[in-house]
C-alpha cells in the first residue's frame, strides 16, 4: 500500500509558488467571506492565511457572525470592484443560507480562485488538488471505473467533466442511492466527499483499488489500506492540496480544467 501523501507535495508546490511570487513581484491579495461560526470553517480558514502568509500571500477576513442576504450581497459586490482584492472566496458552508448558489454566481469570475462559480470556468481548488495528487503518483486514468460518492456542482461534476477525457466508466453517486457498494466494489478509483464517519469500509471496495478521502474521515482507513493499493491518510491528503490549488490559482487565475 502507498500513501497519497499531500501534504509532502503541497509543501513543495507551496515552496516553488512563493519563489514565484518572490520573482515576480506581484502583490497578491486574497480576501475571505464568512458566515457564521462553524469550527471547522473556523480552523480551515486559520490553515488557509497562515499558509498565504507564509508564500507573501496578505488578505483580510470580512466575517458575518449571521446570515443576512442583504448584507453578504453589499461584501461580495465591494471585493469584486475593490482594485486591491486580487481574489476572494466564501468559505462554505454559508451557515443558514437557503440558497448558497445565488451568492457563489455573484462571485466575479476573474476573482473566484475557488471556482464556487459555476460560471467562471475556474476548476475548484479542491478538485484541482485531487487530480494534481494523483496525477503526481502516476495514477493511470485510462478506461478505468471510477466512482465518486458525491455529485455537486462543486467536486462530483468537475471530476465527471475531468475524468470523461479518459474513460467513459464513471460514476456519481449521491445520498439517495440505497446501496452504494454495489458500485464502490467495482471502482478501480474510488473519490468520496460526504463528511459521512466511515461511510467506506474495507469490505465496500475493490482489491488492488486507488481510495481518495475528501472529507476526512469518509474512509475507514484501517480497514480500506489493507486492500487499496494507493490511498489516502485521513489527515494530510486532500486538504493541504486543496490549499495549495487555492494559492496557486491566486498566481495563475483562472486555473481551466484542461
Request: charged share 15%; hydrophobic share 40%; net charge positive.
Amino acid at each position: 500500500m502507498i500513501l497519497l501523501d499531500g501534504k509532502s507535495l503541497s509543501e513543495k508546490i507551496l515552496s516553488d509558488l512563493k519563489q514565484k511570487i518572490e520573482n515576480s513581484r506581484l502583490k497578491i491579495n486574497l480576501d475571505i467571506v464568512l458566515v457564521g461560526d462553524n469550527p471547522s470553517s473556523l480552523k480551515y480558514i486559520s490553515l488557509k492565511q497562515a499558509k498565504s502568509k507564509e508564500i507573501g500571500i496578505s488578505g483580510h477576513l470580512y466575517h458575518l457572525e449571521n446570515f443576512n442576504s442583504f448584507t453578504l450581497k453589499n461584501i461580495i459586490n465591494y471585493l469584486n470592484n475593490r482594485p486591491q482584492t486580487t481574489a476572494f472566496f466564501i468559505q462554505l458552508p454559508i451557515t443558514n443560507c437557503p440558497n448558497p448558489i445565488e451568492f457563489l454566481k455573484l462571485i466575479n469570475p476573474k476573482k473566484d480562485v475557488d471556482g464556487l462559480n459555476p460560471e467562471s470556468g475556474t476548476t475548484p481548488a479542491v478538485v484541482q488538488g485531487i487530480i494534481t495528487l494523483l496525477k503526481h503518483y502516476q495514477i493511470n486514468f485510462n478506461n478505468k471505473n471510477i466512482v465518486v460518492v458525491n455529485d455537486s456542482q462543486l467536486i462530483g461534476q468537475p471530476l465527471k467533466k475531468y475524468f470523461i477525457n479518459f474513460t467513459s466508466q464513471i460514476i456519481l453517486l449521491n445520498n439517495q442511492v440505497k446501496n452504494i457498494s454495489q458500485y464502490t466494489k467495482e471502482a478501480d478509483i474510488l473519490i468520496s466527499a460526504t463528511g459521512v464517519k466511515n461511510l467506506i469500509t474495507g469490505d465496500m471496495i475493490k482489491k488492488g483499488s486507488v481510495i481518495v478521502d475528501v472529507a476526512n474521515g469518509d474512509v475507514d482507513f484501517n480497514s480500506c489500506s489493507q486492500k487499496a493499493t494507493y490511498i489516502t491518510p485521513t489527515y494530510g491528503g486532500i486538504g493541504p492540496m486543496t490549499i495549495a490549488s487555492l494559492l496557486e490559482n491566486c498566481f495563475y487565475s483562472p486555473v481551466p480544467l484542461l
